[in-house]
C-alpha cells in the first residue's frame, strides 16, 4: 500500500494533538465519576457480540428524548465505556443517553460495524417504551468514526431494516468531526486495520449516498481541526443539499479534534445545539 504523506498527516489526529492521552485520561475519571452518581444501565444487549451493548444513562424525566451515541477511534480503537462522560450535560438537561459499543476492525469490516449501529438504533427505537424514553424523539450523535456512523445512519432506509419501523426512526443528528467520504482514507496507514478496496469506501460514504427523510443534522468540526475534516463537512453538506432536512455545518472556534467534545459534555455550543434541534417537532 502506498501512503500519501499529505493525507497521513491530514487525518492523523493524534499526533495533530500530542495531548489526546492526558485528555482521554481525563474522560475516562469524568466516566467512572458519573456511573457512580447517576441512575445509569449497564450492558444492555442489542445484539449477540460482546461489544454489542449498549449503557444507557436515564435522565429522570418521564418519556424524554434519547441522544444515541457512537464514540470514536477510526473503527479500530475506543471503547464506549471511555465515554461515558459524554452524558454529563445531556442528562442534567433531561436527555437520557444510550452509549452504544460496536466490534472494532480488522476482527470485522467496515460493512459490519455500519449494520451493527443500525441493529443497536432499531433496538433501542422498539425498547423506548420500556426504557422509558420517547420513541419520536431518538437523536443520533457520534463524534470521528461515530461520526461517520451518525450520517450513515441518516442515509440509512429504515423500513428496509425492519417491516415494523418507520420512515423516521431519527429524529435529529449531531456528527461531530465525522468522516463522510472515504476514498481519501484508503490512501493512509489508518487503511492498514480498514482493509477498504474502492468500492467499500464508496458504499461506506455517506456523503456518496442519498440522505433520507426529513430529520436535521449538523456535521460539526474544531476551528483547530486540519483542511480535511473542514472539508469532510462541507462536503456532506453540499451532496446533502436537496434533501428535505437541514445540514449545517458548525466550526467550533479554538477546539482540536478532542476537545471539540468538551461542547457536547459540558455547557458549550455543541450541547446546545443538541438540546435545540431535540426541542424542534
Not at 457520534?142 to 450513515?152: I, K, Q, Y
Not at 463522510?180 to 468500492?199: C, F, I, K, Q
Not at 426529513?214 to 486540519?226: F, K, Q, R
Not at 437541514?246 to 459534555?265: C, K, Q, R, S, Y
Amino acid at each position: 500500500m502506498i501512503i500519501d504523506a499529505n493525507l497521513e498527516a491530514q487525518y492523523n489526529a493524534r499526533a495533530a494533538v500530542p495531548e489526546h492521552v492526558e485528555i482521554q485520561a481525563d474522560w475516562q475519571r469524568r466516566g467512572e465519576r458519573l456511573r457512580a452518581t447517576r441512575d445509569c444501565k449497564l450492558d444492555l444487549a442489542y445484539g449477540d457480540g460482546e461489544r454489542h451493548k449498549l449503557d444507557l444513562f436515564t435522565a429522570g424525566a418521564a418519556n424524554g428524548p434519547l441522544q444515541m451515541y457512537l464514540h470514536g477511534g477510526y473503527w479500530q480503537r475506543g471503547d464506549r465505556r471511555a465515554n461515558h462522560f459524554v452524558a454529563e450535560g445531556l442528562c442534567a438537561h433531561g436527555v437520557n443517553v444510550a452509549m452504544v459499543g460496536y466490534d472494532l476492525c480488522p476482527s470485522v469490516t467496515l460493512d459490519d460495524i455500519v449494520a451493527q449501529a443500525r441493529a443497536a438504533l432499531a433496538w433501542l427505537w422498539r425498547n423506548a417504551e420500556r426504557l422509558g424514553f420517547d420513541a419520536g424523539r431518538i437523536q443520533v450523535c457520534g463524534h470521528s468514526a461515530g461520526g461517520h456512523l451518525t450520517a450513515m445512519l441518516m442515509a440509512t432506509r429504515w423500513p428496509d431494516q425492519g417491516a415494523d419501523l418507520p420512515a423516521h426512526v431519527i429524529h435529529s443528528g449531531l456528527a461531530i468531526s465525522g468522516l463522510y467520504e472515504l476514498e481519501p482514507l484508503r490512501h493512509t496507514s489508518l487503511n492498514e486495520a480498514l482493509a477498504m478496496d474502492a468500492e467499500t469506501a464508496r458504499r461506506n460514504s455517506p456523503a456518496l449516498l442519498p440522505g433520507t427523510g426529513g430529520a436535521p443534522l449538523i456535521a460539526a468540526v474544531g476551528g483547530l481541526e486540519s483542511t480535511e475534516f473542514h472539508r469532510q463537512a462541507a462536503t456532506l453538506a453540499d451532496r446533502w443539499r436537496d434533501r428535505s432536512g437541514a445540514v449545517d455545518v458548525l466550526d467550533v472556534p479554538g477546539t482540536n479534534h478532542f476537545t471539540i467534545v468538551e461542547e457536547l459534555a459540558r455547557q458549550g455550543a455543541l450541547l446546545e445545539r443538541a438540546l435545540a434541534l431535540l426541542e424542534q417537532p
